[in-house]
């Protein structure tokens, strides 16, 4: 590749043709603060609409200072990155920003968190010296997100992520100068409209004008009452990335240590959502098994792939873009899902609880567990399965609200019956998890050999949309792993047009799978924290004796128990749901 | 947002329009151009359903609906006054003459009278900036208007005589 | 226009048209049917004259009798007098306001003597809406010669030499831009011509669309055969319904004669053009924002580079050119790039089209050699200013623009020396000022305007232009400080030096030209809380001056809210509680006993 050469700040530096100044500054260590622009670099996730102007640099020989972040370096470029010309202009570029941004940093959500407030840090702002209207919205408040577009600095990530990397179309900047907002259709609130609650946008939003609806009151104050039995349930994503609010390496896994808070918090039985994914894999592999067998038999109603239904994001996408293929995922319940239904049946009455003094509260990666735990399907008589769903962030609240020191923690283990899991539960958090698991008993159950290996790394990666063929002792399985709704929906239309040949196709909505949800620890566009992330989910299964759903004894147990077998009636009642056609259909009179 | 229905006649112009233009989602603003013709303004459901037919979200139709001043989501007053505040006419006193029918019509810039006579809208240069200030009713040009005309011009359309006698 | 002997040519401009010059082409026609003259005598509609101030405007050829602010009603005396008795009509014929003397002939009217049609060289002298008329004035013949006689680059080289540079604003080099364009390599390209005419009191480009469409359709042609398109777009504002239609019956009679579509003129060139709309936004006359309004999408300008000429319309390398350039252009090719050159200054070739307006004498669409003063402009084809007032300022460029003041009026104008004196080109609007006018108050009005129009994308222009005007609304309500005078300095700088595109990039112009001009102005607002020209109505009273009140009580019946009191052959008072600063008494008072103070 061509090499050019420019200087910086007085410093030579050789950069590949092509590089933005930003990248070049980096090169040499010399940092130029952004605030709109974004890049997840492993995932081809870039934002740079060159719009907020606080990366701005002066180049020689240049009328108007250079956006660093849009503006490619050239052969001979000298840039000077902080004159008082280049400090004076992004001193008061961020002013401005101010000027038009609500004083509430003592009570916001982002608070510690903010890009904005950062800024204002390193810029030393003490002192407005523009003051006028202020853009005024009305909050927005859905199952899952709150938007505040007060505090919206129109970097446009959210309008990126949902519209190029989601595919879902929610949001659009709307009107034009000062009253340019980023908004739903109509000025509608979010739940009007298709959003799936991926939390995407909530992921990648630099201030506090889109945050998760917070749930931590409710979940204190059903700890603190004595008539109930409050029960916490771990996704596998969330020990991968909660020691990030801690002060831990992003990567680190804490599951010891999480469940440690968790009993310290007081919650009475600490289980894990791993469990309740071997059981999602018992019933979804079941099922695979299934409609592959009949399928191969020539039987035409079976309609194949089959595709993988554990994220609810997901299961909202295509209820409302694709519901003409609304039989095609798996009817099998999220693993949330699938817990709560056990807790408040199983669980309660072998503990003998009425389910209506049963808490089930999920720590979950994900915004849109808040979402479909709310789902009217999933409540007996009005009482959820799962009472309240909180994310990882809001977890790492508690624990520093309850004043734990969580690095001083020492680590602990999941209660029985629903702590139990294999490494196949474990890796749900990341994409291609959930195939992998499903592969590693389906293949056990239908060959009825054991695995030669464990580690399927051809299903695993960080790629958009990634496919494996899987030999089933001489059938080929043919398996198809897409993260993010648009990758998603590539796979999807070619389902839709009859050009898709896989046998399965695993869907996660976040871009990484859970480990990216946007209920974990702000990445601030940092994609190496995914990595690690991932990287941590891979270790955790490794280091497990058990590594296969069906061998976790306490689910061979259930079933023994409880259940029957998979796909059994019961199964069938408390594990597996049906899903919506929510299209909208144009009201027309006649 | 209280829902209308939208009429067969309307839905059929939309997918007629739509289809005109091949369903392309690059001729939106041609298809919107074209209802509005129509129909006299774009409201949530027509852009709805122009989302529909050109398959592209209701989020970016209404983003562009929001960014066009051309466009509207209100119907407009029988009368619609454009009052042109382009420079030429600025500077020869079309401020004034804005604020009065403001005044005398009791509504803002972007309104329409309680009994959907009139609607006010302020553009830029009708290209008559001979004529300035220009006041447009509909498509009639009223040119050199003063303050004190305003009063007659719209008693013109009030009494609903729209006289084509000078 | 060969076979009748007579012509009558009304203006149908937007101008014209919109004091009923429809009405007196039927009414012309009507007599002339009715005094059997129909064959003799041809009553044709064209564009714009240029002299709007004085519509509706008839003029009779051969012998260029010119008649102004004609009403349909003498259509029949016009037929009467000129046509069958052959002499001119004398109550119709311009009177030169210097001396009162009648004119009859055009070409000996002040406001046209200085004037030199380049790409004006057909509005009002052809019918838009008949191509034989301009295939008539060596129409196409440009394009043929080119597709015949010359390769792209040899009419690229033509253009270079011309010297022409870009009309819409920038005034970047029109033969380069298509150099440029010509060569990148790409299976599809587009010629794109800017039609969006922003600048709110210029209207050149919609005139030239009204009256002579074919020159824009000619050149579009030669610059696809240049850099090797054959696609082209017209991006118009839909608030120009007639050039629209004129432009469309253009595109249709030239695609009839085979002047567009497969094969042009048996040469194998493949040529198409298509039109789309804006729909009210300034800022799509940027050329990126221009390109995404074309894709569908809401009109925001994107970071240049790449520019259009690379990565434009649909990602292909698209030339944005405006209406003006591709006017000059089949002339050009006829004349020769020598001839072009050898008009305007040093460096700015040809003329520019100006829509002069505002506090002159004659409003209307001029078209100068570049090298002209601002004096001969506004004193000269403009017959100075209106009332016997004083000339304060003219702001060039409109919102991106700024003021220029007596000192300047000798500068020659071109590209160069208005960026030196603080204004720019821009597409072409002159608004000229007088001592009435507030300096505050029009920086206000222009700023209010890119306020309005700015995108919102970028922090500078979404947020910095709603301070600066805050500070200005400020200083015209007299709540201003000195203080507020200096951060709209700090600030109108960091607009400039940092906005994305090219509207926020020069929105601060009105505000930093105004300052460096009229500073005085701004003081007299902060400090004494005074508006010199009086027009801040807050700054202002109205008051009635005893010794000139006859009580007619004209005032009192007109007052809108009744502020007036007082009885019939007395004094009348102002209630200054009540009064709204509307103006009408001190308009209706015939004893001039009501004054600002
Ligand atoms: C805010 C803004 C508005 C503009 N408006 C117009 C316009 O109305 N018409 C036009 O021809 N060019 C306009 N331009 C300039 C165009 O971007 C572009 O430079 C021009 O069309 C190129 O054509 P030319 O080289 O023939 O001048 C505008 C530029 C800016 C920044
Ligand atoms: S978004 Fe950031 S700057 Fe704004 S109130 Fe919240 S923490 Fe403070
Ligand atoms: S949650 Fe996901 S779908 Fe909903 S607006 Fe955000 S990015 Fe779009
Ligand atoms: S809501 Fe957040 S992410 Fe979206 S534009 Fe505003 S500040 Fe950016
Ligand atoms: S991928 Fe995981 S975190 Fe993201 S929406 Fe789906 S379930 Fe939630
Ligand atoms: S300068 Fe103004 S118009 Fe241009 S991109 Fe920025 S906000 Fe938009
Ligand atoms: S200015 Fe208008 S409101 Fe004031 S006294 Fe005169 S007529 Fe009445
Ligand atoms: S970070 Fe470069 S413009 Fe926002
Ligand atoms: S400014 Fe009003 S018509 Fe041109
Ligand atoms: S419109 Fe008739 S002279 Fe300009």
């Known amino acids: 590749m061509d090499k050019i050469k420019l200087t910086i700040d007085n410093k030579e530096v050789e950069v590949a043709k092509g590089t933005t100044i930003l990248d070049a500054a980096k090169q040499i260590g010399v940092h130029i603060p952004t605030l709109c622009h974004m890049k997840l670099h492993d995932m081809g996730i870039e934002n740079k609409p060159g719009g907020c102007r606080v990366c701005v640099v002066e180049v020689e020989g240049r009328r108007n200072l250079a956006p660093a972040c849009v503006t490619e370096a050239a052969a001979g470029m000298n840039i000077n990155t902080h004159s008082i010309r280049v400090i004076n202009a992004r001193r008061t570029v961020t002013e401005l920003i101010i000027s038009d941004h609500p004083f509430e940093c003592l009570t916001c959500a982002k608070s510690g968190e903010c890009e904005l407030q950062d800024l204002a840090h390193q810029m030393g702002i003490r002192e407005i010296h523009f003051e006028g209207e202020k853009s005024v919205y009305r909050e927005d408040t859905s199952p899952a997100i709150i938007r505040d577009m007060d505090k919206c600095i129109m970097c446009r990530r959210c309008e990126m992520m949902c519209n190029e990397v989601q595919t879902v179309g929610v949001l659009s900047a709307i009107n034009r100068g000062f009253y340019a907002v980023v908004s739903p259709p109509f000025e509608q609130n979010l739940d009007h409209s298709v959003c799936t609650y991926c939390g995407q946008c909530v992921a990648v939003c630099p201030t506090g004008a889109l945050t998760e609806v917070d749930h931590t009151p409710a979940v204190i104050r059903a700890l603190s009452d004595p008539s109930k039995t409050v029960v916490v349930q771990t996704a596998p994503a969330v020990r991968a990335a909660l020691g990030e609010e801690f002060g831990f390496e992003p990567g680190t896994l804490v599951t010891g240590k999480m469940v440690a808070a968790l009993r310290r918090l007081g919650f009475n039985y600490v289980f894990d959502t791993d469990f309740a994914a071997d059981l999602t894999i018992m019933e979804e592999g079941t099922e695979m098994l299934d409609r592959l067998s009949r399928h191969l038999n020539g039987d035409k109603t079976v309609k194949l792939p089959i595709l993988t239904s554990c994220c609810p994001a997901w299961v909202k996408f295509f209820e409302h873009q694709f ?69 990882t962030r809001e977890l790492a609240a508690l624990i520093k609200l309850a004043n734990i020191e969580f690095k001083a923690l020492p680590e602990e283990d999941f209660d029985h019956p629903l702590g139990e899991s294999t490494g196949a539960g474990v890796i749900f958090g990341t994409t291609g998890g959930v195939i992998e698991a499903a592969v590693r008993t389906a293949y056990e159950l239908h060959t009825k050999k054991p695995l030669p290996k464990l580690n399927f790394d051809e299903l695993r990666g960080m790629e958009g949309v990634r496919e494996a063929t899987i030999d089933f002792d001489g059938l080929p399985i043919r398996i198809g792993i897409a993260h993010g709704l648009g990758n998603a929906r590539k796979l999807l239309e070619d389902i839709r047009s009859g050009k898709s040949h896989f046998h399965a196709i695993e869907i996660m909505s976040c871009p990484g799978g859970c480990i990216g949800g946007g209920g974990q620890p702000y990445h601030h566009g940092n994609s190496d924290i995914l990595i690690k992330r991932q990287k941590a989910i891979y270790q955790e299964d490794s280091m497990k004796t058990l590594r296969k759903s069906h061998e976790n004894p306490y689910i061979v147990k259930l079933y023994e128990e409880f259940l029957g077998h998979p796909m059994s009636d019961k199964a069938h009642h408390l594990l597996h749901t049906s899903y919506f056609d929510r299209s909208k259909h144009f009201e027309q009179e006649d | 947002m209280p829902k209308i229905k939208l009429t067969e006649y309307a839905t059929n112009l939309v997918k007629e329009i739509c289809a005109k233009f091949n369903n392309n989602e690059g001729e939106l603003i041609n298809v919107l151009h074209q209802v509005q013709n129509k129909l006299g303004y774009l409201p949530a459901e027509i852009q709805e359903l122009i989302a529909q037919e050109l398959n592209i979200s209701a989020a970016k139709v209404y983003g562009v609906v929001t960014f066009y001043s051309y466009f509207t989501m209100k119907p407009q007053g029988e009368f619609p006054i454009s009052v042109c505040m382009g420079t030429a006419c600025y500077v020869r006193g079309a401020e004034q003459v804005l604020d009065e029918i403001k005044r005398q019509l009791r509504i803002d810039v972007g309104e329409t009278t309680p009994d959907g006579k009139f609607s006010l809208s302020a553009l830029r240069c009708v290209g008559a900036c001979g004529l300035a200030p220009v006041v447009l009713v509909g498509e009639k040009v009223h040119g050199r208007v003063a303050t004190v005309d305003v009063k007659k011009i719209l008693a013109e359309y009030k009494s609903g005589c729209l006289s084509d006698k000078e | 226009m060969a076979e009748n002997k007579m012509h009558i040519l009304v203006c149908g401009g937007t101008g014209c048209r919109a004091s009923q010059s429809e009405q007196i082409v039927n009414n012309l026609k009507a007599e002339l049917e009715s005094q059997n003259l129909e064959n003799d005598v041809r009553v044709l509609t064209t564009g714009c004259f240029g002299f709007c101030e004085k519509g509706p405007v008839v003029k009779v050829v051969p012998d260029n009798t010119f008649y102004t602010e004609v009403k349909p009603s003498d259509a029949i005396d016009i037929v009467n007098e000129h046509i069958v008795k052959g002499r001119p009509l004398q109550r119709l014929l311009y009177k030169n306001p210097k001396n009162n003397y009648k004119v009859t002939n055009t070409a000996s009217i002040d406001f046209y003597k200085k004037q030199v049609r380049i790409a004006l060289r057909n509005c009002g002298f052809v019918d838009p809406e008949n191509i034989d008329e301009y295939i008539g004035r060596d129409g196409y013949e440009a394009l043929g010669k080119c597709l015949s006689d010359y390769s792209p680059s040899e009419v690229i080289d033509i253009i270079k030499k011309s010297g022409l540079r870009g009309r819409g604003g920038g005034g970047f080099p029109t033969g380069l831009k298509w150099e440029i364009t010509s060569k990148e390599k790409n299976d599809q390209k587009y010629v794109v011509c800017n039609a969006d005419e922003g600048d709110p009191g210029a209207f050149m480009d919609r005139s030239i669309l009204e009256g002579d469409p074919h020159s824009v359709i000619e050149a579009m042609a030669i610059c696809g055969y240049c850099i ?370």
């Open chain 1, 323 to 391: 519901p003409d293929m609304k039989d095609i995922p798996s009817s099998a319940k999220s693993p949330q899902q699938m817990f709560g239904a056990i807790a408040k049946s199983y669980f309660a009455e072998k503990q003998n609880i009425n389910r209506k003094d049963l808490v089930v509260v999920s720590v979950m990666p994900c915004l849109a567990k808040k979402y479909e735990s709310s789902r009217d399907e999933f409540a007996v008589d009005g009482n959820p399965d799962v009472d309240f769903a909180i994310s």
């Open chain 3, 228 to 597: 090797g398109a054959n696609k082209g777009l017209v991006y118009i504002r839909a608030e120009y319904p007639l050039a629209i239609n004129r432009l469309k019956i253009a595109l249709s009679q030239a695609s009839e004669y085979g002047l567009l579509g497969n094969d042009i003129m048996g040469t194998g060139f493949d040529f198409d053009i298509e039109i789309r709309y804006g729909a009210g936004a300034f800022v799509c006359g940027e050329e990126t924002a221009l390109i995404h309004s074309m894709e569908g999408s809401r009109g925001e300008p994107t970071f240049k580079p790449p520019f259009p000429s690379v990565s434009g319309y649909l990602g292909k390398p698209t030339n944005v050119n405006n209406v003006e350039t591709f006017a000059n252009v089949p002339v050009i090719i006829n004349k020769g790039a020598e001839w072009f050159s050898s008009i305007g200054s040093e460096n700015s070739k040809g003329t520019k089209v100006f829509a002069l307006a505002g506090k002159v004498n004659n409003v209307g669409l001029i078209e100068v050699p570049m090298g002209i003063t601002l004096r001969e402009v506004i004193f000269d084809i403009g017959g100075g200013i209106r009332n016997g007032k004083k000339f304060k300022a003219v702001q060039t460029g409109g919102p991106s623009g700024g003021c220029l003041t007596e000192k300047d009026l000798d500068i020659p104008i071109d590209y160069d020396n208005l960026i030196k004196a603080g204004s720019m080109m821009g597409s072409g609007g002159m608004i000229v000022m007088d001592e009435d006018d507030c300096m505050v108050s029009i920086a206000k009005f222009y700023l209010e305007f890119t306020l309005d129009e700015s995108c919102g994308k970028c922090t500078p222009c979404r947020i910095g232009n709603k301070r600066l005007h805050e500070i200005l609304d400020k200083i015209t309500k007299g709540k201003g400080t000195e203080q507020d005078l200096e951060r709209l300095k700090l600030l109108s700088n960091v607009i400039k030096d940092t906005s994305l595109c090219g509207l926020g990039q020069t929105s601060p112009n009105p505000v930093l030209s105004t300052l460096l001009n009229f500073e005085d102005e701004y003081l007299a607002h902060v400090r004494e809380g005074k508006c010199p020209a009086g027009q801040c109505k807050d700054l202002l009273k109205y008051e009635i001056d005893p010794d000139l009140c006859t009580g007619c009580t004209l005032c009192y019946r007109n007052c809108p809210v009744g502020a007036i009191s007082g009885e019939k052959k007395s004094v009348h008072y102002i209630d200054q509680s009540i009064c709204i600063k509307c103006g009408v008494c001190f308009q209706k008072c015939k004893f001039k006993a009501i004054s600002i103070v």
